[in-house]
């Protein structure tokens, strides 16, 4: 799964529509983003990534040939924000117009609102989707309770049941996901997309001193990741890089790729060159030998 936030962030749209073509043509469909990408970045309001994908869509004619996911709840300012159902449903008729397309294949709530009953939320969404605006809806960054709550919710009133989780989940991230929440994903049947699939870059191998932090505007968060266990981590995925003729990254994404629970990990590229090392993760054989020196070397 493509991840999108960088487009109209650190990536111009010329170079987010080389991403795009190169992610497709490689046989890729699936384009992960969210309203508020990017507000963060100086001059930005948020929508950025939406736009450019978007303009993407209407120039490539391909809106039927992808699968488009994007989020609502952060703020985008002037008190824009949460999971209220009338702000929902002004929220994705602003992405759909962003987008330039008249429906969104995942819809899924970013971040919870705890001030709004699940219930709320979950009537937007069954709103949207009777008006053909949401095909299906997901969720991240919600908590156990209150994703039992909302899939509870969702069968008990017929509203659309989330079909999809983004946990925040990766090789060297794996504690909070695989406590508390693989069982319920597994047992609820929930396609699972994990998000910082590379630990915002640290898996890339990138990041192995104070003195790399300053390859990216993430080198500054880099610090958390450099103690015994990262290390561990880093060193075996370089050993096993040099064995099967590959890169760390496409190491990293492969051990997700086949975590029984996983469906798809999000993964952002700012360069061809980044490109087609994330791509060839899927293709890559790793034994159960492999699996099983990667999953030992990050255990928590």
């Known amino acids: 799964m493509l991840g999108g936030n960088?487009?109209?962030?650190?990536?111009d749209e010329a170079r987010s529509f080389e991403i795009l073509d190169g992610f497709v043509a490689a046989g890729f469909n699936f384009i992960d983003t969210a309203d508020v990408y990017s507000r963060w970045a100086p001059?930005?309001?948020?929508?950025?990534?939406?736009?450019?994908?978007?303009?993407?869509?209407?120039?490539?004619?391909?809106?039927?040939?992808?699968?488009?996911?994007?989020?609502?709840?952060?703020?985008?300012?002037?008190?824009?924000?949460?999971?209220?159902?009338?702000?929902?449903?002004?929220?994705?008729?602003?992405?759909?117009?962003?987008?330039?397309?008249?429906y969104i294949d995942l819809y899924q709530t970013h971040c919870d609102d705890e001030s709004v009953?699940?219930?709320?939320?979950?009537?937007?969404?069954?709103?949207?989707v009777k008006e053909g605006k949401v095909r299906w809806i997901g969720?991240?960054?919600?908590?156990?309770?209150?994703?039992?709550?909302?899939?509870?919710?969702?069968?008990?009133?017929?509203?659309?049941t989330y079909q999809s989780l983004q946990p925040h989940y990766n090789l060297y991230d794996r504690q909070d996901y695989e406590s508390q929440f693989e069982t319920?994903?597994?047992?609820?049947?929930?396609?699972?997309?994990?998000y910082f699939s590379l630990a915002a870059?640290?898996?890339?191998?990138?990041?192995?001193?104070?003195?790399?932090?300053?390859?990216?505007?993430?080198?500054?968060?880099?610090?958390k990741f450099l103690n015994e266990r990262g290390f561990r981590i880093l060193a075996a995925l370089d050993k096993l890089a040099a064995e099967?003729?590959?890169?760390?990254?496409?190491?990293?994404?492969?051990?997700?790729?086949?975590?029984?629970?996983?469906?798809?990990p999000i993964v952002s590229a700012t360069s061809p060159e980044q490109l087609q090392s994330l791509i060839s993760a899927?293709?890559?054989?790793?034994?159960?030998?492999?699996?099983?020196?990667?999953?030992?070397?990050?255990?928590?």
Do not use: C
Request: hydrophobic share 40%; charged share 20%.
């Open 244 to 264: 099967l003729h590959t890169t760390p990254a496409a190491l990293a994404l492969a051990w997700l790729i086949h975590r029984p629970s996983v469906t798809a």
């Open 139 to 160: 969720a991240s960054n919600l908590s156990v309770e209150r994703l039992k709550e909302s899939l509870a919710t969702s069968a008990t009133n017929g509203f659309p």
């Open 43 to 102: 001059g930005n309001s948020g929508g950025e990534s939406e736009t450019v994908i978007g303009n993407w869509l209407h120039k490539r004619k391909n809106r039927h040939d992808v699968v488009i996911a994007t989020k609502v709840g952060f703020d985008m300012g002037d008190g824009k924000k949460g999971l209220r159902k009338a702000y929902i449903l002004k929220a994705a008729d602003a992405s759909l117009k962003r987008l330039r397309t008249d």
């Open 282 to 300: 899927p293709q890559l054989e790793l034994s159960a030998g492999h699996i099983a020196e990667l999953t030992s070397a990050s255990a928590w």
């Open 201 to 223: 870059g640290f898996l890339t191998g990138k990041y192995r001193s104070e003195a790399d932090f300053g390859q990216s505007v993430r080198g500054a968060n880099m610090g």
């Open 117 to 128: 009953p699940v219930g709320e939320t979950l009537e937007a969404y069954d709103q949207l």
């Open 6 to 11: 960088v487009f109209g962030w650190t990536i």
């Open 184 to 194: 319920l994903a597994m047992g609820h049947g929930l396609g699972v997309v994990p």
